[in-house]
């Protein structure tokens, strides 16, 4: 144990609704798998944490969860995996576990270990050792040693962090749930205090070293933020441009935490619908962010700048491969020759060409439902609350509108999407008589066919690599979506290849597996 890594972290529990509270942070950051013990002595508050970890974890703030002091094991299934709670108190030799049935947990549950010493050696290296201790002379009173040893010394170091940015915030008291995030490495949680809410955005640094082409990675050449100051960049820039962003209550650059306005629970798409009202007022933000003249360096602290990155072949070629790196794979797709990849670079290369060296403005990147929140009760643009910018990018307006009139989230039918586009189109020629109707339109479907491949792309890798299965309902829309642009007359040559070696694919495996 001596040459593994280890890192600790104290917090002083003042109170059992303390403890709980600490247990209940604790949860979301716990996998399958995993092993934590729990020491201390009698009292000291180790059952009534693994009470609330348990309650958390199973999402039944009633579930009835008692000592296993006499049972000494006991499993409980939970929507997210097994927990095996054991209380190894009255065993008197780590040989004795075995007849306790230890090795038959089932596979993947995370186990709770109280007095963890009667255990001897046999526990794993790699755990999470809590220690609690009676502090002060308040009977309820403890303080926890968190001890991560092993990989567990990096994620605690994270947890401690975010834990020492909540107090120094003083919102170390509040309330914490998830909030669903997107397909980042980012998370999000709403912090309840009394009446007071904020979001709190848990957003480390990008740890993926493995260079792909040119010695970059596949985030450095996608323009991927990297850290947290994009966002800070663009949520301030935006902001002194009269749109709605999240007011930065707290900001902790170096470890990626911010404290944020919560803008509450109403997007532009409900139960899994848009509502057209909500997203004219986008369509609008679009348009008035379109017409106006924008730096690409924006400050983010004193002596700190954020350089605007630009959409430029390495990035619009890294993204469409993905189709070619996932989703053929995924649909049984015959691995394609050299030739024919470079065929598919040549032929959006030749597509995007005039695209990229035309109309340029600050592109948001994923301006769809799940990043635009609604705000009734303000006016005009303003009611539309962005988030999800630090990615953002100069390139060609029409991509976040074919993100808005092409949502991957939520179905847009093609009235709805010719009304979206002939309401930007109006409010565009009343402020510019410069602007281009055609121009635009060729470009739309050209970035609309550009997302809706990296998306195909990417969705099936959120599944194949990330395991996350979810993005694989979208598929079928965003892949109508590709259709739709693709019918363009400017894109013919692409659809030509894509019939080839990805529709006629999709359509033997359709037919394959109809009985």
């Given at each position: 144990m001596t040459d593994l890594l280890t890192h600790q972290w104290t917090v002083d529990l003042p109170s059992e609704a303390a403890t709980e509270l600490l247990a209940r942070d604790l949860a979301p950051t716990l996998r399958p798998g995993d092993l934590v013990t729990l020491s201390g002595d009698l009292g000291?508050?180790?059952?009534?944490?693994?009470?609330?970890?348990?309650?958390?974890?199973?999402?039944?703030?009633?579930?009835?969860?008692?000592?296993p002091t006499f049972t000494l094991i006991q499993l409980y299934d939970t929507p997210s995996f097994p927990v095996v709670h054991a209380d190894l108190y009255r065993i008197g030799h780590a040989s004795e576990l075995e007849e306790l049935g230890w090795d038959e947990a089932p596979d993947g549950a995370l186990v709770l270990v109280e007095w963890p010493e009667k255990a001897g050696e046999t526990l794993p290296a790699d755990r999470l050792d809590i220690r609690f201790v009676h502090a002060g002379r308040n009977e309820t009173a403890r303080r926890a040693t968190l001890t991560g040893i092993g990989e567990w010394s990096r994620r605690l170091r994270r947890i401690s962090q975010t834990g020492d940015f909540l107090r120094n915030a003083g919102w170390q008291d509040a309330a914490r749930e998830h909030v669903q995030g997107d397909a980042s490495t980012r998370s999000y949680a709403r912090l309840r205090r009394g009446q007071a809410t904020a979001i709190l955005m848990n957003s480390p640094a990008r740890t993926d070293r493995t260079p792909v082409r040119y010695g970059k990675t596949y985030s450095q050449i996608a323009h991927i933020s990297q850290d947290v100051k994009p966002f800070v960049a663009m949520a301030k820039g935006l902001a002194e441009r009269g749109f709605s962003t999240p007011q930065i209550v707290k900001?902790?650059?170096?470890?990626?935490?911010?404290?944020?306005?919560?803008?509450?629970?109403?997007?532009?798409?409900?139960?899994?619908?848009?509502?057209?009202?909500?997203?004219?007022?986008?369509?609008?933000?679009?348009?008035?962010?379109?017409?106006?003249?924008?730096?690409?360096?924006?400050?983010?602290?004193?002596?700190?700048?954020?350089?605007?990155?630009?959409?430029?072949?390495?990035?619009?070629?890294?993204?469409?491969?993905?189709?070619?790196?996932?989703?053929?794979?995924?649909?049984?797709?015959?691995?394609?020759?050299?030739?024919?990849?470079?065929?598919?670079?040549?032929?959006?290369?030749?597509?995007?060409?005039?695209?990229?060296?035309?109309?340029?403005?600050?592109?948001?990147?994923?301006?769809?439902?799940?990043?635009?929140?609604?705000?009734?009760?303000?006016?005009?643009?303003?009611?539309?609350?962005?988030?999800?910018?630090?990615?953002?990018?100069?390139?060609p307006p029409a991509y976040d509108v074919a993100s808005l009139c092409l949502d991957a989230?939520?179905?847009?039918?093609?009235?709805?999407?010719?009304?979206?586009?002939?309401?930007?189109?109006?409010?565009?020629?009343?402020?510019?008589?410069?602007?281009?109707?055609?121009?635009?339109?060729?470009?739309?479907?050209?970035?609309?066919?550009?997302?809706?491949?990296?998306?195909?792309?990417?969705?099936?890798?959120?599944?194949?690599?990330d395991?996350?299965?979810?993005?694989?309902?979208?598929?079928?829309?965003?892949?109508?979506?590709?259709?739709?642009?693709?019918?363009?007359?400017?894109?013919?040559?692409?659809?030509?290849?894509?019939?080839?070696f990805v529709f006629s694919v999709e359509a033997k495996m359709a037919q394959e597996s109809t009985p």
């Amino acid at each position: 144990m001596t040459d593994l890594l280890t890192h600790q972290w104290t917090v002083d529990l003042p109170s059992e609704a303390a403890t709980e509270l600490l247990a209940r942070d604790l949860a979301p950051t716990l996998r399958p798998g995993d092993l934590v013990t729990l020491s201390g002595d009698l009292g000291a508050g180790k059952t009534a944490f693994a009470r609330a970890l348990i309650r958390e974890i199973a999402e039944d703030p009633e579930l009835e969860v008692s000592s296993p002091t006499f049972t000494l094991i006991q499993l409980y299934d939970t929507p997210s995996f097994p927990v095996v709670h054991a209380d190894l108190y009255r065993i008197g030799h780590a040989s004795e576990l075995e007849e306790l049935g230890w090795d038959e947990a089932p596979d993947g549950a995370l186990v709770l270990v109280e007095w963890p010493e009667k255990a001897g050696e046999t526990l794993p290296a790699d755990r999470l050792d809590i220690r609690f201790v009676h502090a002060g002379r308040n009977e309820t009173a403890r303080r926890a040693t968190l001890t991560g040893i092993g990989e567990w010394s990096r994620r605690l170091r994270r947890i401690s962090q975010t834990g020492d940015f909540l107090r120094n915030a003083g919102w170390q008291d509040a309330a914490r749930e998830h909030v669903q995030g997107d397909a980042s490495t980012r998370s999000y949680a709403r912090l309840r205090r009394g009446q007071a809410t904020a979001i709190l955005m848990n957003s480390p640094a990008r740890t993926d070293r493995t260079p792909v082409r040119y010695g970059k990675t596949y985030s450095q050449i996608a323009h991927i933020s990297q850290d947290v100051k994009p966002f800070v960049a663009m949520a301030k820039g935006l902001a002194e441009r009269g749109f709605s962003t999240p007011q930065i209550v707290k900001e902790d650059l170096l470890h990626g935490l911010l404290l944020l306005e919560d803008f509450g629970t109403a997007f532009v798409a409900e139960a899994g619908a848009p509502l057209p009202e909500r997203y004219g007022v986008a369509i609008d933000l679009l348009a008035r962010l379109h017409g106006l003249e924008l730096p690409d360096m924006l400050p983010v602290a004193s002596a700190i700048s954020h350089k605007i990155p630009t959409f430029d072949h390495g990035a619009l070629d890294i993204e469409v491969e993905l189709l070619i790196e996932w989703y053929m794979p995924m649909i049984g797709a015959p691995q394609l020759s050299q030739r024919n990849r470079d065929h598919f670079t040549a032929l959006w290369r030749a597509a995007l060409a005039p695209v990229v060296k035309g109309e340029q403005s600050w592109l948001l990147r994923d301006f769809h439902s799940p990043n635009l929140m609604w705000l009734p009760q303000r006016e005009g643009i303003k009611r539309i609350g962005l988030l999800d910018f630090q990615d953002a990018m100069i390139g060609p307006p029409a991509y976040d509108v074919a993100s808005l009139c092409l949502d991957a989230r939520v179905t847009i039918d093609q009235a709805l999407e010719l009304q979206l586009l002939t309401r930007y189109v109006k409010a565009r020629r009343s402020a510019d008589v410069g602007f281009d109707p055609a121009g635009f339109a060729r470009a739309y479907a050209v970035m609309g066919a550009q997302r809706n491949t990296k998306l195909l792309g990417l969705f099936a890798r959120l599944d194949k690599r990330d395991g996350k299965p979810a993005y694989l309902a979208h598929l079928p829309r965003i892949r109508s979506y590709l259709d739709r642009a693709l019918a363009h007359p400017t894109l013919a040559d692409l659809r030509e290849w894509f019939e080839t070696f990805v529709f006629s694919v999709e359509a033997k495996m359709a037919q394959e597996s109809t009985p």
